[in-house]
Structure formats: C-alpha cells, structure tokens
C-alpha cells in the first residue's frame, strides 16, 4: 500500500479505510492525512479538518460582508 517510503515517519489517517496506519503499511499520498505524533491525533484528523474548514468559512464570509 505504501507509495511514499515513509518508513515510520508518524501516523496516518487513511480516508479510503477510514483507519489509522503507519510504518510501510499506508495507503497513498492521495487518501491520507498527517503525519501526526500518536494515533490518537491521527484518530482526530477528520475533526481538525471540519473545524479549520468552518473556521476559514467564517473568515471567507467576514471578508465578503457575509457575516452576521
């Protein structure tokens, strides 16, 4: 599954598996994120995505006049 010779470089949340991998055993740079320190962040990785994509929502609607 590894493209990337990461080798132990972190974990990894795997959007096509929707689990945690690491070492030689990730999937593709395409359908990962991270790396990240433990695999409880990793665990997380859909949660930071939601909140910074809200987060930049909220800036984009402030910059356009948008926001209430």
Do not use: I
């Not at 409880?40 to 356009?64: G, I, S």
């Amino acid at each position: 599954m590894n493209d990337s010779g990461l080798g132990g470089a972190g974990y990894f949340w795997c959007l096509r598996d929707h689990r945690v991998e690491s070492g030689d055993q990730v999937c593709p740079a395409q359908y990962r994120l991270g790396p990240y320190a433990t695999a409880d962040e990793a665990t997380r990785a859909l949660d930071k995505v939601e909140k910074r994509n809200a987060d930049w929502d909220a800036e984009d609607a402030r910059w356009t006049g948008e926001a209430s």
